[in-house]
């Protein structure tokens, strides 16, 4: 059995990156959100008792937790603003 990935980010419809701490704090659960990496949907997992994250909806998937934070990394430097170079 392999370990979950407690994914702390997905993708909205949009196209936009979206951190599971913007979900809680706006309670948006009507979004589509999809993996990054094997564009599966996920659910945000909010609840009380164990860490926030996004989880497959599907137990079936395929993802590899390199490819996901490869891809996490790319767009989050890309997407962000580029402060630390000022």
């Known amino acids: 059995?392999?370990?979950?990935?407690?994914?702390?980010?997905?993708?909205d419809t949009?196209?936009?990156?979206?951190?599971?701490d913007s979900i809680i704090k706006n309670e948006n659960h009507n979004e589509k959100y999809s993996?990054?990496?094997?564009?599966?949907?996920?659910?945000?997992?909010?609840g009380n008792i164990r860490v926030h994250h996004f989880s497959h909806k599907n137990e079936t998937y395929?993802?590899?937790?390199?490819?996901y934070l490869h891809e996490l990394g790319k767009r989050m430097f890309f997407e962000e603003?580029?402060?630390?170079?000022?």
């Open 14 to 20: 949009s196209g936009r990156l979206v951190s599971i």
């Open 35 to 46: 993996c990054l990496d094997c564009k599966q949907e996920l659910i945000p997992k909010t």
């Open 62 to 67: 395929s993802c590899s937790k390199e490819t």
């Open 81 to 86: 603003p580029v402060s630390f170079f000022v």
């Open 1 to 11: 059995m392999k370990k979950a990935i407690k994914y702390q980010f997905a993708e």
